[in-house]
């Protein structure tokens, strides 16, 4: 899915992708932006020498994957165009089957980066949520990692002509 309004209002791009392999995509709006989203998979290995080292490897279209391992989301926007677009924004939604992994969202640009727990209703840089302790007291605490639904990558200067932008997060399967 990806929503490019025209030039001159706010960009959107949403890309989704869920963990049994419908990674990686190509998504192209009107030879404006093209997103990208591919799928990796941490793997430990263990070199000649006994030295334990780790890799990503990126998943074919039909891969499966098994509880706790760790996935990082990559996703893409090349601006195809001759023109800035400004105010451009990079959603991705989060799977249910797997859990954010906290502070691993990041971004080869200058942007903003916001969380939403709504499943995208709202997005926060620090989402809260209000618990009730023993007492009866109501306190608002950081969202844990399992209630986020998206993440959200916004600009701060516009896409340029033919310019890439990356972002990426990690998730652990539940």
């Known amino acids: 899915m ?13 890309g989704s992708c869920d963990i049994t392999g419908s990674c990686p995509f190509l998504l192209s709006q009107g030879n404006r932006v ?8 941490l ?23 098994q509880p706790e391992q760790v996935l990082r989301y990559t996703l893409t926007a090349e601006n195809q165009t001759a023109e800035d677009i400004p105010n451009f924004i990079l959603t991705q939604p989060i799977p ?14 200058d942007a903003e980066i916001t969380y939403s727990i709504d499943n ?8 809260t949520v209000e618990v009730t302790l023993e007492n009866g007291q109501v306190e608002t ?6 209630t ?3 993440i959200r990558w916004t600009l701060t200067n516009p896409l340029p002509p033919t310019a890439v932008v990356t972002g ?7």
Do not use: C, K
């Open 141 to 146: 605490q950081p969202a844990p990692p399992e």
């Open 96 to 109: 249910d089957p797997v859990v954010y992994i906290p502070e691993s969202s990041v971004i080869d640009t």
């Open 43 to 65: 793997r430990t290995v263990e070199d000649d020498q006994g030295n334990v080292n780790t890799e990503w490897i990126e998943l074919p279209a039909a891969a499966s994957v």
């Open 34 to 41: 093209q997103i990208r989203l591919q799928l990796y998979l």
């Open 120 to 127: 995208g209703e709202t997005f926060a840089e620090n989402p």
């Open 148 to 150: 986020y639904t998206h």
């Open 2 to 14: 990806a929503s490019i309004p025209p030039l001159g209002e706010t960009a959107n791009a949403t």
């Open 168 to 174: 990426q997060f990690e998730v652990r399967v539940q």
